[in-house]
Every structure is written in C-alpha cells, then in structure tokens.
C-alpha cells in the first residue's frame, strides 16, 4: 500500500497522515518547544529567506507570527525532530465554529515533498488536537459525498444506485493491484452497486503511472466501455510495464481493446487526459486522499485492499437502503 507517512514522519510517500490520530499538547510542553525555538535551537520562521545577500533583501517580508503559531510551530518541530531544511508554516488559528476550539493549518515541506494537515487549538492555547471533531447531529460521510466530483468519470452500474464505491487507485501500485483482483472477485455479487474510478497516480514514487493514467483516460474519452478493458490489461500485466516501456505498452493494450490508434496517439500526446488526470488527482486531495488505494463506500473511506472491510461496507449500505426502500 502507498501510504503516506505516519503523522508528520517523513517518507517518499508522504508527511503526515494517521488523520484519525489524536494529539494533544498540553501547555507546558508547548511553551519548552517555544523557548527552544526563540533561543536559537530551531528557527521559528523556517522557510522564510536567509538574512543578509541581495536575494534576502529583495525578497518580501513574511507577515509576523503570532505568539500562538511559534508555539504550536515550536512544538511540532520538536515532537517531529525537524531541523532547519524542514519548511513548516503554520497559518493563523481561526474560529473552529465549535466552542473553544480554534483552527489552524500546518503545511510542512522537504524539498519537492509538502504536505498539509489541519489541527485544532484551545483558544486558551493550552491544548492542540490532530483528529477529527465531529458533529454529532449530522451525517459524518456526507461532506466526502459532497466533496467527490464523480462527473466525467469512468464507471460501472446504475447511476441512481442506492451504493456507489468510488476507488482513487494509482495504475503502478501493488495493493491497487490487489484491490483489482479483489473487485473482480466480488463486485459480481453485488449488480446493485455503482462502481467509479477515480485516477491517483502517486508519480514520485511511481514513474510510469501517470502515463497508465493518461491511457486509461484516453480510452475513456474514446469509448467508455473500453476504460474497464484497458482498467484489466494494465493491473493484468503491471509486472511487464516499466518506465521506459510504459507508452509502447499503453498503445499495445489499446490495441487489444479495439480503439483507433491515430486517435489514442494523438489524445495521449494533447493535454486534455492529463488535465482530467491533474482533475482527479485535485479531487482526491480535497477529500485527503493521501495514499492509495482509498475506497468511499458512500462516503465511507476504506485504505488498502482488505476483502472483508469492502464488502462489509457495501453490505451494511445495501441493508441500510433496503430499510429505506431505496435499493436499486
């Protein structure tokens, strides 16, 4: 599984993740983080230019943190161990909407890799939280539903279903891989549930997978039906791509699907599938999507390729619609 690292470990895969993650920092340990940082041991205001040179005086100031952000600034650096080349900044905590709480977010870059996270802080600043707060009068999935743009995306079933499954996959990764075989297996049991594709390549990790992205979208915006073909022969045969293959198989597989080559060429070599590749992969990020696969089962979010979570989401929806119904 390409997953993201745990919070704010760093990793070719990511910074921070662990989003369910509670973490709380009480004030004295906040305040020792502080000072450590104001007498020199970690600059507050990483990322910022260098003084001195002619490139630091041209540059524009950065606006002046408040106490609040050194600290929680402070505080990560030192429960996270990141020196000077780690750029983290920290916005300005702003009203949460809930009593008490503020919000800030907290974006942290290693060379080409950056991240953001979201933490919640006592507005007495005692206390900060990496987790979710939720409402308990509301439905918890529903701003993922909201969130997915699933428009001009390849899919399978009735639109109306009453169960919609959305995968944001990368075409290189194994557990993606798995995940394939798995739904193969068993979405055959289940004719009731729509099924969306979602395009996740992860490409410093997987450097072939934007071009299989690229291909799958081609196929799509020719002849839908032949995504799914195309969808089979890449997971199919991921241990014969490569990098310095990739195109070559990618137009042997359109091929075999039946599509035109002139027109499959020509789309993987315009920008209109990479843009809705770019697209998707912006989606994902709304709905954090950090590592792949991440399956939503209605709004559900599922990591991995575990068998029995899927179909126990599926059928928990299905029996939750068929109380309601509304299955299809």
Same mark, same amino acid.
């Given at each position: ?15 921070? &993740?662990? *989003? /369910? %993650? ?5 004030? #004295?340990?906040? !305040?020792?983080?502080?000072? =450590?940082? +104001? @007498?020199?041991?970690?600059? &507050?205001? *990483? /990322? %910022? ?5 002619? #490139?630091?005086? !041209?540059?524009?100031?950065? =606006?002046? +943190? @408040? ?262």
């Amino acid at each position: 599984m390409n997953t993201s690292s745990r919070l704010f470990t760093l990793t070719a895969a990511g910074i921070f &993740a662990l *989003a /369910g %993650s509670v973490m709380i920092a009480p004030t #004295a340990i906040l !305040a020792q983080g502080t000072q =450590a940082s +104001q @007498s020199g041991g970690v600059a &507050a205001g *990483a /990322g %910022s230019a260098p003084a001195g040179g002619a #490139a630091a005086k !041209a540059a524009t100031p950065a =606006a002046p +943190q @408040s106490p609040l952000q050194k600290t929680i600034e402070a505080y990560v650096r030192n429960q996270f161990a990141f020196g000077p080349d780690v750029e983290v900044t920290v916005s300005e905590p702003k009203d949460a909407g809930m009593a008490g709480l503020l919000e800030t977010n907290v974006s942290v870059k290693v060379g080409g890799n950056n991240e953001d996270a979201k933490f919640y802080v006592s507005k007495d600043g005692k206390y900060l939280v990496r987790g979710e707060v939720s409402d308990l009068s509301k439905d918890p999935l529903a701003a993922n539903r909201a969130l997915m743009d699933l428009k001009d995306s390849p899919s399978v079933g009735d639109p109306k279903s009453a169960v919609t499954l959305v995968e944001f996959s990368d075409f290189e990764c194994p557990v993606c891989r798995s995940l394939h075989d798995i739904m193969r297996g068993i979405m055959q049991n289940y004719p009731q549930v729509r099924v969306v594709f979602k395009d996740y390549p992860i490409e410093v990790l997987h450097p072939w997978a934007r071009t299989a992205a690229i291909a799958g979208r081609c196929a799509y915006m020719q002849s839908p039906p032949a995504f799914w073909k195309m969808y089979d022969l890449i997971y199919d045969n991921q241990d014969i791509i490569s990098a310095a293959n990739a195109w070559m198989k990618m137009t042997e597989f359109a091929g075999q699907v039946g599509l035109n080559a002139d027109t499959f060429r020509s789309c993987m070599a315009g920008p209109d599938a990479g843009a809705a590749v770019d697209a998707s992969r912006a989606n994902g990020q709304k709905l954090d999507v950090n590592s792949t696969p991440t399956i939503f089962v209605n709004g559900r979010r599922m990591v991995g390729a575990d068998v029995h979570l899927i179909e126990q989401y599926i059928q928990y929806e299905l029996a939750k619609a068929k109380q309601s119904g509304s299955t299809k």
